[in-house]
């Protein structure tokens, strides 16, 4: 029976360690939601803490998107994605059998009602996104790298576009988004910059942005420290069992770490342990692409959204950065840097003072669910193990808030959502 959660409860998880594999954004505020529920808290990560998706994304605090990837449709276009290795969705034919479960997954997920289903579970975090954001951002003294509320404009090329994407933008107001449209006049007073080839747009009044992930994931991770949780570099492979029960990772060289509850926060990399742990999940990776260039001049006030072309321009600290796009190509073959090439030509469409001198090209590994919906999960078959990765594209969006539902699962109190909707086992029978 849950049990909400108290001072009393509090002194007895001191005495209980916690071990959070992964420290990206997911992992270090998941870390730092249990050391404040009073556990012993470790973060494990085979690298410095930041590198993996959290480091490169477009830095969207995407409170509006919880339309998910797999649209009533996407069927029509699966065509143009084996054909177009540069498009906004593509798949590498060498990945194209390893990726079949999960695509066939992924086409299940867009019927109109579990489209319909799934939007209203993924609103159901992101309407939180805020106000479990705001407390952990002033704690941490990053308000300075948190551009709030400021809204991000999406752009079509013309009133057709437009139209096509009403079944979206319908659903999202559904679901609390607040929507306006713009006019082309307006969307020019907005961005200036902008050359003048859009027939419209609209605002989305909610979204924020950060000026450098980067700087997000190791601010909050600074602090995780500040509190007394602790940190380890190490790639776990595996587990140990005590009468049955998971008792400690075991490390590529062969050391051991103790826990009394784990989770599991690796990002796109989250399958193989989850699975050693007796959970196997669809989980593979959308990977994404960008290019940072410096201002030279060019003015962007806020993140403007290309709805027809599927990228993004974000005003950062160090640039404007200029991404998007799906490859469906796995964890191991390189990044095919002409497809950042390519977004950053429609960026020049868009922005057409924006010059690639002095850019930086990165590509980062999107953890996907086929249904668009992270894992924020209690283990099926152990008690003390817990989960949570899959969070595709909203990843720095919804990290604050999975911090706080793991919290609320590992300790056993009342989570304020209904949490089955999230569970590891949604794929199974
Ligand atoms: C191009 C692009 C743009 C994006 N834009 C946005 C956006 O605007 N807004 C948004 O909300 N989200 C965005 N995202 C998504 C977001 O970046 C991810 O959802 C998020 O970063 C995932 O965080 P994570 O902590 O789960 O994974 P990661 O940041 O990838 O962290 C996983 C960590 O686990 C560690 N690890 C893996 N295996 C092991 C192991 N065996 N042992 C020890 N450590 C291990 C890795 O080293 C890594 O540090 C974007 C992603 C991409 C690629």
């Known amino acids: 029976m849950?049990?909400?959660?108290?001072?009393?409860?509090?002194?007895?998880?001191?005495?209980?360690?916690?071990?959070?594999?992964?420290?990206?954004?997911?992992?270090?505020?998941?870390?730092?939601?249990?050391?404040?529920?009073?556990y012993d808290v470790t973060i494990v990560d085979r690298a410095e803490p930041g590198m993996g998706a959290s480091f490169g994304n477009a830095g969207g605090i995407a409170v509006t998107e919880c339309a998910p990837i797999a649209m009533p449709g996407v069927w029509a276009n699966v065509p143009g994605w084996l054909m177009d290795p540069l498009g906004p969705l593509s798949v590498r034919w060498s990945y194209l059998p390893k990726m079949?479960?999960?695509?066939?997954?992924?086409?299940?997920?867009?019927?109109?009602?579990?489209?319909?289903?799934?939007?209203?579970?993924?609103?159901a975090i992101l309407n939180r996104a805020w106000q479990d954001y705001d407390p952990v951002i002033a704690e941490t003294g990053l308000s300075d790298a948190v551009f709030k509320k400021e809204g991000a404009m999406g752009v079509y090329r013309s009133e057709k576009t437009r139209r096509d994407a009403e079944y979206?933008?319908?659903?999202?107001?559904?679901?609390?988004?607040?929507?306006?449209?713009?006019?082309?006049?307006?969307?020019?007073?907005?961005?200036?910059?902008?050359?003048?080839?859009?027939?419209?747009?609209v605002m989305e009044e909610d979204w924020g942005r950060v000026l450098d992930p980067f700087r997000i994931v190791t601010g909050f991770y600074k602090h995780f420290l500040e509190r007394g949780g602790k940190f380890q570099n190490a790639e776990v492979t595996d587990f140990v069992y005590r009468d049955g029960k998971p008792s400690?990772?075991?490390?590529?060289?062969?050391?051991?770490?103790?826990?009394?509850?784990?989770?599991?926060?690796c990002g796109a990399w989250s399958k193989t342990l989850a699975k050693r742990l007796g959970s196997s999940v669809p989980l593979d990776t959308e990977r994404g692409y960008n290019t940072?260039?410096?201002?030279?001049?060019?003015?962007?006030?806020?993140?403007?959204?290309?709805?027809?072309?599927?990228?993004?321009?974000?005003?950062?600290?160090?640039?404007?950065?200029?991404?998007?796009?799906?490859?469906?190509?796995?964890?191991?073959?390189?990044?095919?840097?002409?497809?950042?090439?390519?977004?950053?030509?429609?960026?020049?469409?868009?922005?057409?003072?924006l010059s690639a001198e002095g850019g930086t090209e990165w590509m980062g590994f999107r953890p996907s669910m086929p249904d668009s919906k992270p894992v924020i999960s209690a283990s099926p078959k152990h008690e003390n193990v817990f989960f949570a990765f899959g969070h595709g594209h909203l990843g720095l969006t919804m990290a604050a808030t999975t911090g706080l539902?793991?919290?609320?699962?590992?300790?056993?109190?009342?989570?304020?959502?209904?949490?089955?909707p999230y569970r590891i086992d949604r794929f199974q029978g």
């Open 248 to 265: 400690a990772v075991i490390t590529v060289q062969g050391d051991q770490i103790t826990f009394d509850k784990i989770v599991i926060a």
């Open 168 to 201: 979206g933008i319908d659903l999202r107001r559904r679901n609390g988004v607040k929507i306006r449209d713009l006019t082309k006049d307006e969307v020019m007073d907005i961005e200036p910059d902008l050359a003048p080839i859009f027939a419209c747009g």
């Open 2 to 38: 849950p049990k909400p959660s108290s001072a009393s409860q509090s002194s007895a998880q001191a005495s209980q360690h916690v071990v959070v594999v992964g420290a990206g954004i997911i992992g270090v505020n998941v870390g730092l939601a249990l050391l404040k529920q009073g």
């Open 100 to 123: 079949m479960p999960w695509l066939i997954r992924f086409l299940a997920a867009s019927s109109k009602s579990r489209v319909e289903q799934i939007a209203s579970e993924l609103a």
């Open 405 to 420: 539902l793991i919290a609320d699962l590992v300790s056993d109190a009342t989570a304020p959502i209904n949490m089955t």
């Open 292 to 353: 940072t260039v410096p201002y030279n001049g060019v003015r962007l006030s806020r993140m403007v959204i290309c709805a027809d072309d599927s990228f993004v321009l974000t005003p950062m600290e160090t640039g404007i950065r200029v991404g998007g796009a799906v490859e469906l190509g796995g964890l191991v073959a390189a990044p095919n840097y002409n497809r950042a090439k390519a977004l950053f030509a429609k960026g020049k469409e868009v922005l057409p003072k």
